[in-house]
């Protein structure tokens, strides 16, 4: 036996090349086995069909889309109200998680037993039946359109939906000035490092006057006014919509309360107690010296359940809201590419997955101690 066959580097080489040389040919033989049995039912394999009429209509798009659109277009509005759902939830999420969590710890009796239930019941009962559930309560036991009664001026609630006002042509004047508002942030605070400059200006007066500038004019309001078997005018959220975002939120944010809790519980007390015997009160105290610390502890697992949330959007499909994995089911009834159909799903889900994990590294190593172990 030849020398080299002794080397224990040479061995362990020789073990990963063969276990990637027999997930290649597992890869190729399945690719393979798949074209064959495409070609037999003469079903040509490709994207080419993105650009062919889709023939079916989608009930909820943000962009422009008809029957006569190509499935390349029914993707966009797909992936556009996959995002939609994502970013709301994952906001709502986190803002009730963080206040349940907080509740949890809390000194006062009934709000840490209340805190306790929620996690409890929301966290032990299946997200799919949770999805139903809201579903069915909002589409069976909300009043029909003709019945429904105004609340707080022109807002209502009804089995078709939320209704309520909204300003005429905002969303691209609100893009605009969110990354305006966005890029002068990041560029006074790198000046202000930079300069050692410690005047910090209010939030509230900086938003305000950035909408002001790039909007011009006054908004203009359109409230929701019955006409003939449905209301017209201002924006609506539909049963659909508000069933997902309901059972995503109430289901994710049980964990994220978990998660919170032992972030602010792994703070030693005596820190707290130092800051109140500094004078600080309670809010400050955990603002300034709780808070900044418990999220070292709490970024690693809330980007999992941030993850968690978007991937379970997919669930929409049982209550039939217009999410990405429904659009691609659709389009698969209808030209039978099945595999090209699955790849752009799984591919879309994994981009959310990585661009998410990569944003909160990010902040994670912007929050960490210098020097600790990450």
Request: glycine fraction near 6%.
């Given at each position: 036996m030849p020398q080299i066959f002794y080397s224990l580097a040479f061995r362990r080489h020789l073990l990963q090349f063969s276990v990637l040389g027999?997930?290649?040919a597992l890869f190729w033989f399945l690719i393979s086995n798949a074209i064959t049995n495409l070609s037999e039912q003469r079903i040509a394999s490709g994207f080419d069909f993105l650009f062919t009429e889709a023939a079916f209509d989608i009930g909820e798009s943000f962009i422009e889309y008809s029957s006569t659109s190509s499935f390349l277009k029914a993707f966009q509005v797909g992936l556009l109200n996959t995002l939609l759902v994502a970013l709301i939830g994952n906001i709502f999420a986190v803002f009730l998680g963080t206040f349940i969590g907080m509740a949890r710890v809390s000194s006062n009796w009934l709000i840490k037993k209340v805190s306790d239930v929620y996690i409890e019941t929301f966290r032990n009962i299946p997200l799919l039946l949770q999805l139903f559930f809201w579903y069915v309560l909002i589409s069976e036991f909300l009043?029909?359109?003709r019945e429904a009664e105004p609340y707080l001026g022109s807002v209502f609630l009804t089995q078709r939906g939320l209704y309520f006002p909204f300003p005429q042509n905002i969303l691209e004047p609100t893009a605009i000035a969110l990354f305006a508002l966005i890029s002068l942030v990041m560029i006074y605070r790198k000046w202000r490092k930079?300069?050692?400059?410690d005047f910090k200006p209010l939030l509230l007066p900086?938003?305000?006057g950035a909408f002001v500038l790039i909007f011009g004019r006054p908004l203009e309001f359109t409230s929701p006014m019955l006409a003939g078997f449905n209301f017209?005018?201002?924006a609506s959220i539909t049963p659909e919509l508000g069933a997902l975002l309901l059972g995503l939120v109430?289901?994710?944010a049980a964990f994220i309360a978990e998660i919170v809790r032992s972030g602010i519980e792994s703070i030693d007390r005596g820190q707290v107690e130092a800051g109140m015997s500094l004078g600080l009160k309670p809010p400050l105290v955990f603002q300034f010296i709780v808070l900044p610390q418990a999220m070292r502890v709490v970024v690693p697992p809330l980007t999992?359940?941030?993850?968690n949330l978007t991937k379970n959007s997919s669930l929409a499909v049982a209550i039939g809201y217009p999410d990405l994995l429904n659009v691609s089911n659709t389009a698969l009834n209808q030209t039978g590419q099945a595999v090209e159909c699955i790849l752009i799903v799984m591919l879309i889900?994994?981009?959310?997955?990585?661009?998410?994990?990569?944003?909160?590294?990010?902040y994670n190593k912007k929050t960490a101690i210098p020097g600790e172990a990450r």
């Open positions: 027999i997930v290649a009043p029909s359109v930079s300069n050692r400059f900086v938003v305000l017209e005018g201002g109430l289901y994710t999992s359940q941030l993850l889900y994994l981009s959310f997955s990585l661009l998410t994990s990569l944003v909160m590294n990010i």
